[in-house]
């Protein structure tokens, strides 16, 4: 068990120290660059791409994973090919987002407030991020018996490889990106989310799924200083979308999808907020001359941070503070759920 634990724990400490590095670098070159976005919720632009780092992070403690099983240190307790087909989802998704993230740093604060789009349209994005799909796709990533929350467990068949992971993997990526706009949002879901992965893992003596949301957390945790309020870097859509491709292999290859299904519920909820206008709508707010933010569309919930908004006056972060305490509460749900053998 000692042994174990040291094959999770020093990929995790590498890839901490690497994202470390690698923001760092990531933030002065994208300056040097001219790759900015204009900052919505205060006056100012900073550099974009904090997901390339995140990425590098994240492959570079599943190198070191592979390293040390490929030089005979120990004897590897999960497939290689498992793991670098998360890794290279991980990757093609990153680029993609961060390709998206190009096509849109000259837009103004205007521009995005009206939702004018530069980028990558509405219907390409959902294409883009298909491609994430196409390793797990390739290797018939995890087990088509699922335990789906209050059904029991349900098999798929050839179903679950060939059409709910690549839908899985659309969803799951783009939902994460619809709650983004406020420093720290993202990045402080990601560490609860991968934290909570972790602990589940590590709970029900998981191998696969502790290795991965290990590294996964150590690479949001080290990111996450650099992202929360006031951000030096903006992690952009190659964070979320490369993000979400990441907790959705943990949950298939760990087999984890019920539990991650539980604490993912608030981006199924942003979601369908979104989807009540078309998602032509945006979780942003109105900053007002004493720094709090006003709902955009006054009363109307269109998204979790509308609802936030609407409690009584917030600044910045007090909206991502909130937002944290809500994931919270689901990921709290998910262990009671685990607890009263629901799960």
């Given at each position: 068990m000692y042994h174990s634990y040291l094959t999770i724990l020093i990929p995790s400490i590498v890839a901490f120290i690497i994202t470390v590095v690698s923001t760092l670098f990531v933030i002065g070159y994208m300056k040097e660059a001219g790759i900015v976005l204009e900052d919505m919720n205060k006056k100012g632009s900073l550099p974009t791409g904090g997901g390339?780092?995140?990425a590098f992070g994240?492959?570079?403690?599943?190198?070191?994973?592979?390293f040390g099983s490929s030089f005979n240190f120990y004897t590897p307790a999960v497939s290689l090919v498992d793991i670098f087909a998360v890794l290279t989802s991980v990757l093609i998704i990153t680029m993609s987002g961060f390709l998206d993230e190009l096509f849109v740093k000259n837009r103004s604060r205007v521009e995005q407030k009206k939702h004018k789009k530069v980028g990558l349209k509405q219907w390409q994005r959902p294409l883009f991020t298909l491609l994430g799909a196409i390793p797990l796709i390739a290797i018939n990533a995890g087990v088509s018996v699922i335990d789906v929350p209050f059904f029991g467990l349900v098999s798929f068949g050839l179903i679950y490889p060939l059409l709910i992971i690549p839908l899985a993997v659309i969803f799951v990526s783009n939902a994460f990106n619809l709650l983004g706009g406020f420093d720290g949002m993202a990045s402080g879901s990601a560490v609860i989310l991968s934290g909570a992965m972790l602990l589940y893992s590590?709970?029900?003596v998981n191998y696969i799924g502790a290795?991965?949301?290990?590294?996964?957390?150590?690479?949001?945790l080290g990111f996450f200083p650099f992202h929360i309020y006031p951000a030096k870097i903006i992690p952009?859509?190659?964070?979320t979308f490369g993000f979400g491709v990441a907790l959705l292999g943990i949950m298939i290859l760990g087999n984890m999808e019920a539990f991650g299904?539980?604490?993912?519920l608030p981006w199924f909820v942003e979601f369908f907020l979104h989807l009540r206008k078309k998602f032509k709508t945006s979780d942003l707010g109105i900053r007002r001359a004493d720094g709090t933010l006003e709902a955009p569309y006054g009363k109307k919930i269109y998204s979790w941070t509308h609802l936030?908004?609407?409690?009584?006056?917030?600044?910045?972060?007090?909206?991502?503070?909130?937002?944290?305490g809500i994931e919270i509460l689901f990921v709290l749900l998910?262990?009671?759920l685990k607890f009263a053998s629901l799960l």
């Open positions: 390339i780092a995140v994240f492959a570079m403690g599943l190198f070191t994973y592979a590590l709970m029900t290795l991965l949301s290990g590294i996964l957390f150590a690479t949001v952009g859509d190659s964070f299904i539980i604490i993912f936030i908004m609407n409690i009584r006056k917030q600044k910045e972060w007090e909206v991502s503070e909130w937002m944290w998910a262990f009671g």
